[in-house]
């Protein structure tokens, strides 16, 4: 039986040389095996005369050339970094296929296929939960500051997401340790571009430190962003799977938070937010450090903006918030809607529109067939602005000096996002977006043109609609700002 050794558990080209080469040969599925050099289990004998061992470059690549489906290298680049031992053989079977059945990737009902693509779900899927539950902990080695941190990814995505975590952290020194392997990344100096990203050996969760401040960080990021009264504990589950629980400093709170979310939703209720989170934002502070901002920063894509408004100074407004709180949304929406400033709760979460506003913003969107996981969702300025009341922070709108210094932000989302129509909500959110003082009721619901050439339109602002006491009246200025989404949702 002709064996290839691959190099490594996820040695794509070693696995597309030995494959193409035993297709050409005529090698049945059945008839070849495909081996990790120096896996567990397999000794000498497997090498020995009467198993002829082939290495994929042993052919001339001359020889082995003939195309397949890129459908087929996509899927299969993922399929590889899967952790079930077949994964080689089923890439092979459906590259044998392939000869006969050119079109086979389309038949989805296919049980190869249907396990192909299953397998690259899972794959995808574990890169995405590495994202969001890779926790770094500081520790000082002899350069200095370093983070580091210990995962253990569901299937072999440490490098495939890696480049996500250089992005987002390019001027920070991070390693990610995890059982196959780990990755290191070095920030350019300064005055100079690049960085270095290298791979290292698997690890121990003992070669990680086990906590240290940034612990804090995320529970109390973890606890202000936990939002009991949309608690719903299978869809917590399925977004925080129970096996990255334990290298999670937050997820000590879960069962203590689950349980009193009943009372907190009452106190929540009844009594909003009373203090910036401190903590949280001397952490986010310390984050955008290294990337201080210049006035005159023009940012490259949205995730430089983010960092450009947290570390914004443009007017004073961010010395009494928690945190900047930028737009979210895909980063080519068609549709961005502008609200006014974060509120008390979005202030503490970090995301535009998630407190009361929002769930009236929501519920309306919904209504218009408006599906806000495809709308871009800002505000004009993006900290809030606020006075203490008591035990309470109370709203206060901002003033023309803020909004226009946070135009520079607005305008550069529009940019980056480039929508085809923009929602001012209410006055300020218009102001922002047009420059210049609107009286919203009377230009309301007008197709407006905006100097890019897309259009802008100006309705009320939802939290309008949660101080008219009167039911009736309250129900019928919900009806028109429901009227005023379904127009816009037409124009999209
Ligand atoms: N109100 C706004 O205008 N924006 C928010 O993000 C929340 C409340």
Redesign the pocket.
Known sequence: MPIAELAHETDFDGWRKAARAFRLAGAEPAAVRFVVAGSAGETGSLFDSAHPRFRGDERKEKEIQFTVAKAFVDVAQEVILHRSTDRFDLLYRLLWRLRDEPDLMKVVSDRDVADAMERAKNVSRASHKMKAFVRFRAIQDEAGETYVAWFEPAHRVLEKTSGFFVRRFTTMRWSILTPDGSCFWGPASAGTSGGELSFGPPANAADAPQDDEIEEFWKTYYASTFNPARLKVRTMQGEMPKRYWKNLPEASLIAELVAASHARTEVMVASPHTEPNARLAKAIARSVRDGSYEEGFVASDLEALRHGVQACRRCPLYSDATQG?CGEGPKKARLMIV?????D??DLVG?????P??EVLDAALEEAGIDRAEVY?T?AVKHFKHEPRGKRRLHRTPATSEVSACRWWLDQERRLVRPKVTLA??G??ALGLLGRPVAVTRERGQRLSLSDGSTAMITV???YLLRIPDAEARGRERALFVRDLKAVRDLL
Do not use: Y
């Open positions: 709180v609200g006014e400033q974060p509120g709760q979005e995301r535009p529109f998630a407190g506003a929002g969702v505000n909500l209410g300020t959110a602002h939802p939290a």
